[in-house]
C-alpha cells in the first residue's frame, strides 16, 4: 500500500515536472520568435490580430488606436453601450453633447478612463434623423449611427494623467481613440483636452449650445475660428448607474491584475511592441482581453436583438 502511494506521488510529482518543462520550452521557443522576427513583420501581424477587434498598433506611440472602419461603425450607438461598460471591464467616464443641426440630432461624446488592461481616451461623432426606439426590457431613447465619411470631423485630444501627457491623437475620423497598454487608471486622475474643427459656424454654434446645456459654462469653452476646445475632467452631465460601487471597485482591482499580469507574462521584453507580439504568440487568451474581444461579441450581439426594431 505504501509502495503504491509513494508510487503515485512520483507519478505526479514527473507529470507536474513535465508541464513546467513544457511550458518553459514553449515560452523560450516564442521569446526566440519575437527576437528573431523584424518590426515590420510584427506590426503586420499584430495589426491583422487586432484589426479582427476593430484596432491597429501605432509603433510610433507604442499605443493601440481604432482604425476607420471597424466593426464598431456598422453597430451605431445608445447610452446603453455606456450602461453595460463596466461588464466589459471599462471603467470610464463618460460625456455626451447632444445638439440639433441640419435637421438632424447629433451626439458628440468624449470617454476616459480604464479599458480592461488599458487606459484610454475616446471621442465619437454619431447622428440621427429618426424617432426614439422603444426596445422592450432594453433600451428606450435615441439611437445614433455613426457618421459618414463626408460627415468626419477634424479632431485632436490629449490625455493627461495627474498633468502628464500620456496620449496625443488627432485626425479626421467618426471614432478617435488610443489605448495605452498596461497603464491602470483611475478616471478622475485623467483630463482630456479636446479640439475639434467644425465645417461651418452653425454647427460650431450648435456644438457650444450643446456643451452649455451639459453644464460647461462659457469660461470653459474656447473657440478660435470653426475650432472648439473644451477640457474634459470631472463630467457634468449624469453618469449610468447600473452597477454599484463596490461592483465597479472590484472590476477595477481586476482591471489592475490584468496590467500587472500583462508586465509579469511579458518581463523579458521592454518595447510594447515586442510585449504585444510575444502576447499573441504565447498568451492569445490575454491578447484577446487585450482587444477587449468581449466587447466585440457582446455589442453585436446586443445590437442584432435591437435591429428588428430599429428599422422599423
Not at 449611427?145 to 470631423?153: Q, T, Y
Not at 495605452?180 to 454647427?203: G, H, R, T, Y
Not at 450648435?206 to 462659457?218: M, T
Not at 496590467?259 to 487568451?285: A, E, G, M, Q, S
Amino acid at each position: 500500500m505504501e509502495h503504491s502511494l509513494i508510487l503515485a506521488i512520483c507519478m505526479v510529482v514527473l507529470f507536474m515536472g513535465l508541464i513546467v518543462y513544457w511550458a518553459w520550452i514553449r515560452r523560450r521557443l516564442a521569446i526566440e520568435k519575437v527576437e528573431e522576427r523584424t518590426d515590420s513583420q510584427k506590426v503586420k501581424d499584430i495589426n491583422e490580430a487586432l484589426s479582427l477587434y476593430g484596432f491597429l498598433f501605432d509603433v510610433q506611440q507604442d499605443l493601440v488606436y481604432s482604425h476607420m472602419y471597424p466593426w464598431q461603425r456598422k453597430v451605431g450607438y445608445c447610452r446603453l453601450y455606456d450602461e453595460l461598460a463596466p461588464s466589459l471591464n471599462m471603467i470610464i467616464d463618460s460625456e455626451p453633447i447632444y445638439f440639433q443641426y441640419d435637421g438632424r440630432r447629433w451626439l458628440i461624446e468624449f470617454w476616459k478612463g480604464q479599458y480592461g488592461m488599458t487606459t484610454g481616451g475616446e471621442v465619437g461623432v454619431y447622428v440621427t434623423d429618426k424617432e426614439d426606439v422603444d426596445i422592450p426590457g432594453i433600451f428606450s431613447g435615441a439611437f445614433y449611427e455613426c457618421v459618414s465619411d463626408d460627415d468626419r470631423l477634424q479632431m485632436a485630444y490629449t490625455l493627461k494623467k495627474e498633468d502628464k501627457t500620456i496620449i496625443e491623437r488627432k485626425g479626421r475620423h467618426w471614432w478617435l481613440t488610443d489605448f495605452d497598454v498596461a497603464v491602470f487608471s483611475k478616471p478622475e486622475q485623467l483630463s482630456l483636452e479636446l479640439q475639434i474643427i467644425f465645417p461651418n459656424s452653425e454647427m460650431q454654434r450648435a456644438f457650444i449650445k450643446g456643451l452649455s446645456d451639459a453644464g460647461y459654462k462659457a469660461q470653459d469653452i474656447r473657440v478660435e475660428n470653426r475650432m472648439v476646445q473644451v477640457i474634459f475632467t470631472t463630467p457634468r452631465t449624469a453618469q449610468p448607474q447600473k452597477y454599484g460601487k463596490w461592483v465597479v471597485a472590484w472590476i477595477q482591482r481586476l482591471n489592475r491584475f490584468y496590467c500587472h499580469l500583462f508586465n509579469w507574462v511579458t518581463r523579458d521584453f521592454t518595447r510594447t511592441l515586442d510585449k504585444i507580439d510575444f502576447l499573441r504568440i504565447y498568451y492569445p487568451i490575454l491578447f484577446r482581453m487585450l482587444a477587449n474581444s468581449k466587447r466585440a461579441k457582446k455589442l453585436e450581439e446586443l445590437y442584432k436583438n435591437m435591429q428588428p426594431y430599429l428599422n422599423q
